[in-house]
């Protein structure tokens, strides 16, 4: 499977085994999404339970919030991540609230789904990697695969969750990876990261598809014989805090790859977490390769903002020499 068909075979899996999951948003129905993520549901679950929605964001978190309330389990389509702004008042005004605001009474049993990334030449408002922003609300959980087999087992774990899951999907590799991914039901436990790659010299802690540049910038490191440890985050909140320290503990080197802004963002985070829990073993200062503090350029530029292997590579470099 490519990450398209292992999100659309969970979707499958929790639609038959849950009449309480619905799919909704801009196109998903009749047309499956824009990226083809819903494709066939409709046919198979009908027009009450998989649905297009209006073109307002707003309108799809809101009616989504009722829907939780009332004890279904929605999953909305953004159709872009760019797209969510109008629906960003009832995400942080109702979704993450709504748990603490009813003293537990109501559970917001919802997902929100969003392609989100550059790399595809795409319009304004389609390329921003703004996950920080909802990992910084409280009440919210922040998911971000970077293969097919997590997507899968990520996806499932966010529809079981009782609580509010942003899922955000790195569009770049939506049909860049294909993997052996089982058909039947499992989960991936959410806040729980995985060390994709054991090493001694250097970790680097990336996630959606920076991993996939990480992984090239190892090569280059290899043959410079650098060692260098991969933790992929898959969940940005909750962060897997123990993860991070017991391999920064080992290597004594920390990088963290993001396409977002350089400024208030995932890897300053894991810097700071870093400096509280691993200081005594480091020996160099901890890094980030991110995206510039500008709007993602529209495609003739966007290369010039774009994490690449090369970039990737000269900090792991830069960090082991230091």
């Known amino acids: 499977m490519n990450l398209v068909n292992a999100i659309n075979n969970a979707l499958d899996i929790k639609l038959n085994e849950d009449k309480d999951v619905i799919v909704y948003g801009q196109d998903v129905g009749v047309e499956g999404g824009v990226?083809?993520?819903?494709?066939?549901?409709?046919l198979k679950y009908g027009k009450e339970r998989v649905f297009d929605a209006?073109?307002?964001?707003?309108?799809?978190?809101?009616?989504?919030?009722?829907?939780?309330i009332a004890g279904l389990r929605p999953v909305v389509e953004m159709q872009f991540s760019g797209f969510v702004y109008?629906?960003?008042?009832?995400i942080i005004s109702h979704v993450a609230r709504m748990h603490n605001r009813s003293r537990g009474r109501y559970q917001m049993k919802l997902v929100i789904r969003m392609p989100y990334?550059?790399?595809?030449?795409?319009?304004?408002?389609?390329?921003e990697s703004f996950e920080a922003a909802f990992a910084h609300i409280p009440g919210l959980k922040v998911v971000i695969p970077s293969t097919p087999h997590d997507a899968k087992g990520l996806m499932i774990s966010a529809i079981e969750s009782n609580d509010p899951i942003l899922f955000m999907e790195p569009k770049r590799i939506y049909r860049a990876i294909k993997q052996e991914v089982q058909e039947d039901k499992y989960s991936i436990p959410i806040?729980?990261?995985?060390?994709?790659?054991?090493?001694?010299?250097?970790?680097v802690v990336a996630y959606g598809a920076m991993v996939r540049e990480v992984q090239k910038a190892m090569v280059l490191a290899k043959q410079a014989g650098i060692s260098v440890e991969l933790i992929d985050l898959?969940?940005?909140?909750?962060?897997?805090?123990?993860t991070i320290a017991k391999s920064v503990q080992k290597t004594g080197r920390i990088i963290t790859v993001t396409e977002g802004v350089r400024s208030f963002g995932v890897a300053s985070e894991i810097t700071q977490i870093v400096s509280e829990d691993s200081f005594l073993y480091l020996e160099a200062p901890p890094k980030r390769v991110t995206g510039f503090d500008t709007i993602v350029p529209l495609p003739k530029g966007e290369h010039h903002y774009m994490q690449d292997a090369y970039k990737i590579f000269y900090e792991i470099e830069k960090t082991a020499k230091y």
């Open 35 to 42: 990226f083809r993520v819903t494709e066939g549901l409709q």
């Open 54 to 68: 209006p073109l307002a964001e707003s309108g799809i978190v809101g009616t989504a919030v009722g829907m939780a």
């Open 86 to 90: 109008p629906g960003f008042n009832q």
């Open 117 to 127: 990334g550059g790399g595809i030449n795409a319009l304004e408002h389609h390329s």
């Open 191 to 203: 806040g729980k990261a995985a060390v994709l790659h054991q090493g001694t010299d250097v970790t």
């Open 234 to 242: 898959r969940t940005i909140y909750p962060i897997d805090r123990e």
